[in-house]
């Protein structure tokens, strides 16, 4: 369970002069070993050395914000590097320290990470003002996943939750600015992180700065009825108890204390006045079992009259958020409502460590199963050290990144927008505006020019290149070339092309087929099949699939499977087995419907699955399979009554060589992009050869490559041709 510790550790003045005091008060609160003491001790010393005269936060020294920080984080129990880091921060922002005196003074990387990571954080001071909840709650996504370590956004808690203490002689204008920025980014990542003591301080503070009045009116109410209300809850506690040990119910009770920004939320939201803000008088009760949960709000209801209204049993219907317990509320003695909760010690642990239960449900955000699950991890570090039995083992579950499904965007101005992971500058321009998509011709991230297939970062700030009369490429609607991941951006620009002309829509479908079919090596297309398998009314329909982007030529030509006309002098299928052996190549090709016969793949044409193929039964060897288009199968001398129908087996797991052509107008620098994109691709590679021409005209790069498919060696040759020195590649026929 969560355990509260009374704090006596000694108080710390401007100049900290009880810092060894305060040191051992650390060492005996967290536990931490001796040699972890030795380095938080250094930090100190670094501190002290370069911190004092190190102007910060409100007029303070770098090294009592850096020690104020780290006394914020002592109830969070954190690890001794994030202690340390706390420290030092505020030398590190404020020019005091490099990242290179920390890691030479400390020997610790972790701290340089950690520090930098915190200042990165930064970015957030950038954002406008007034944007809606969704629009927050991305952005706090956001702070989440652009940190490679969770520590980092504790110190950064702790960096906001001093900033709230101190800034109370600071202009109304900066006190508003911090404020703002707690109550709508820090404070909910707080709860997030289910750092409940920080989340509730940083929520009353920044309260009480942007809404000065309201705050001291509920303060005064809740000061003048304090002892009352103190009263009054004893009394009622005294009496559940009596009633659950006569009943033999084992638990305990205790009263709960409401804060002053969770009234006025309750107030405002239910448009209540003060006084019918049940939970002001509030009660939880914890017990050993669920049936003891059921037992203990019988004896509640039994004492005093409940209010139906106000009952919500989430053990029997758990929150989406997995949050468990009973909530009712009755009139209690002299007509007072009082807010009962009813958990198991279970419940409660699993409240406060678990998922986001608190903030989700506050604030109405749309459950998020894979976001959930992140979080429910993320909270387990409020009581590591409890949970972890190895120091070691907690430092490495506290190192663990923060992983996420979206990315994070900054507009120009400041705004946030979320896009799937691996999303491009294009995409983004479309999730702007469709026009904006249509005409974008290029992008800048972070100032620099990228290209459009660049996969965007969190925390990229993306500014879009348009022309005035710009317009879609249909390279863009080709998925393997990486300009649009998401399905929204690539409807809207194939829905531009929708709106041309039919006419025209055919002419260039045909061309793009004809001309992927041409590069492949492939002859004579099989449109009726096409119109039939896709159900087109006429091969025009196809045409104007493929101009449109709802059909891919590779998509098409790889449909094609190898097909010829039977003709009579083909040998018949009985006689070609009889002559072959049943041995090697298993699955690899189909003769005429029977596999398992000895075959190999024609060096001359070099065939690939889904390529058309046709078999010829050589002498000793077994059937030869070449593509239908191969000259040598194509020549009068050739026996046409050795040919036999072949098809493509299972071919899963398996390669072969192919021959391209590269014409290139900078050889060394194509040579070059191609090898690093054939390894990235993990493409094998059997040969390469150059061909340089005359002066002024491309050379020609011949390579054999391995590949296991039609489909993969067309979005090779597509990201080929990308590279901006290759003029034009094509399969040797």
Known sequence: MVQVRENVRPSLDEDVTRIESWLSSVHETLGYQDEQMTLIAKACELAQQHGRETAALCGHSAYYQGVMMADILIELHVDHETFAAAIIYPLYYYGAVSCEVIETELSSAALVRIVTGVKRME??????RGQDMASMDRLRKMLLSMVEDVRIVLVKLAERAFALRVIKEEAEPVRKQIALDVQEIYAPLANRLGVGQLKWEMEDLAFRYLEKETYKRIAKLLDERRLDRERYIRDVINELESALVNAHIEGEVSGRVKHIYS????????????????????????????KDCYAALGIVHSLWKHIPREFDDYIATPKENGYRSIHTAVVGPEGKTVEVQIRTFNMHEEAELGVAAHWRYKEGVKHDASYESKINWLRQLLDWQEEVADANDAIEDLKAQVVDDRVYIFTPKGDVMDLPRGATPLDFAYHVHTEVGHRCKGA??????????????TGDR???????????????????????????????AASWFKQLRREDNIIEGRALLEREAERLGIENIDYGR??????????????????????????LLNYLQPSIDKKEELMPVAQAVSLLQ??????????????NLMTHMARCCKPVPGDQVVGYITVGRGISVHRQNCSNVAF?????????????????????????????????HTTKALMMLLSGEKISVQSLNVQREKKGQPAVILVTLKVESLTILGRLLDKIQQLTSVTEVTRKR
């Open 123 to 128: 970015a957030m001071q950038t954002i406008r």
């Open 263 to 290: 009234i006025w939320r309750k107030m405002h939201k239910k448009s209540l006045a003060y006084d019918e803000i049940y939970d002001v008088r509030a009660l939880r009760i914890m017990v050993g079992e669920v």
């Open 582 to 595: 049943k041995e090697a190549q298993l699955g690899e090709v189909v003769v005429a419907g029977v596999d």
């Open 636 to 668: 009068e001398h050739v026996e046409k009554s050795r040919l036999v129908e072949v098809q493509w087996g299972d071919v899963e797991c398996q390669s072969y060589p192919v021959d391209i052509c590269i014409w290139s107008t900078e050889l060394d």
């Open 444 to 457: 800048k991230v972070g100032g620099v020019i990228v290209p459009l297939t660049y996969e965007l970062k």
């Open 530 to 555: 096409l119109t039939e398998r896709y159900k087109m009314h006429s091969v025009d329909d196809i045409f104007i699939g493929v101009a449109c982007g709802e059909l891919r030529p590779l998509q």
């Open 462 to 492: 993306v500014e879009v290149l348009t022309a005035k009369n710009g317009q879609p490429s249909r390279d863009w609607l080709s998925s393997h070339l990486g300009y649009l991941k998401t399905t929204r951006a690539r409807n809207k």
